[in-house]
């Protein structure tokens, strides 16, 4: 399975929201086992996808010079997500320091509240991160990169307006 639980942004307010979509298809490895013949999203999966959106701006808040980590989340899910649908991740700096960062979160599919989350990432050195790790800038290389090249575009239009 890929690690990427987000497929684009559709907004990006620099250090304050951002806006990101998910689209679940049957095609995902893990709608085959969870669960046959009622295919549903694994909430920590969407539970990542939230995260992953709300740790992109907390790390374009400080222009991806510290690296951001996923310390503690708090979620609540109204109902399931099921293959067909497009998720809708959207996600609120709460307050922004010097060791992190604490983000609101909500999951919806089209008007209906799928999940929300209280998030809290923290800015860890290199020397902090677990050994192994052989890029300390994990979190905004590969897949991700490319994601948060759209994120900037977002944030910052072509036609000079906000």
């Not at 689209?23 to 969407?46: K, N, Q, R, T």
């Amino acid at each position: 399975m890929r690690w990427t639980w987000i497929d684009r942004f559709t907004a990006f307010e620099s250090r304050r929201s951002a806006t990101a979509v998910k689209c679940l298809s049957l095609a995902e490895d893990h709608f085959a086992d969870h669960f046959p013949g009622f295919p549903v999203m694994p909430a920590p999966l969407i539970l990542e996808g939230l995260a992953q959106t709300g740790g992109i701006l907390v790390g374009e808040a400080n222009q991806y010079r510290e690296n951001v980590v996923l310390a503690k989340m708090s979620a609540k899910f109204h109902r399931e997500a099921m293959a067909g649908e497009q998720l809708t991740y959207t996600t609120r700096i709460l307050d922004i320091g010097m060791s992190g960062a604490r983000v609101s979160g909500e999951v919806h599919s089209g008007a209906e509240l799928v999940a929300e989350a209280d998030i809290m990432f923290a800015h860890v050195t290199a020397e902090q991160l677990p050994p192994g790790i052989p890029d300390p800038k994990f979190v905004f290389s590969g897949e991700l990169a490319h994601l948060l090249r759209m994120a900037e575009a977002v944030a910052t239009p072509t036609d000079g307006h906000r």
